[in-house]
Nanobody, 123 residues
Framework: QVQPVESGGGSVQAGDSMKLSCKASGRLFSTYAMGWFRQAPGKDREFVAA????????DYSDDVKGRFTISRDNTKDTVYLQMNNLKPEDTAVYYC????????????????WGQGTEVTVSS
């Protein structure tokens, strides 16, 4: 199993960029698909992006497609979320999650979750 730990959150202005990191301690990180989810105040947690264990497979929500990029470095057991052209509606707590092998876009598909990192975007 793996234990994700997120970092890199903070406060920015609309239009700025930010990069989140998630280091997943444990064995066999490279065999896990990794996903990013977010939960805005008063809303349900939602899918943001995912990347497969083989790096080639990626998926994005329509809200972030073209602005966010997910990547991973299996030598560092780390997955990243590069967020560009941030908008106030991107304000949320961002969670990193892991599941074996293939990517998914549903919360219940992920077995291991981090504690989250907060991102605030001001207009």
């Amino acid at each position: 199993q793996v234990q994700p730990v997120e970092s890199g959150g903070g406060s920015v202005q609309a239009g700025d960029s930010m990069k989140l990191s998630c280091k997943a301690s444990g064995r066999l990180f490279s065999t896990y698909a990794m996903g990013w989810f977010r939960q805005a105040p008063g809303k349900d947690r939602e899918f943001v992006a995912a990347i497969g264990w083989n790096v080639r497979d990626t998926d994005y929500s329509d809200d972030v497609k073209g602005r966010f990029t997910i990547s991973r470095d299996n030598t560092k057991d780390t997955v990243y979320l590069q967020m560009n052209n941030l908008k106030p509606e991107d304000t949320a707590v961002y969670y990193c999650a892991a599941r074996p092998r293939s990517i998914g876009d549903r919360e219940y598909e992920y077995n291991y979750w981090g504690q989250g990192t907060e991102v605030t975007v001001s207009s």
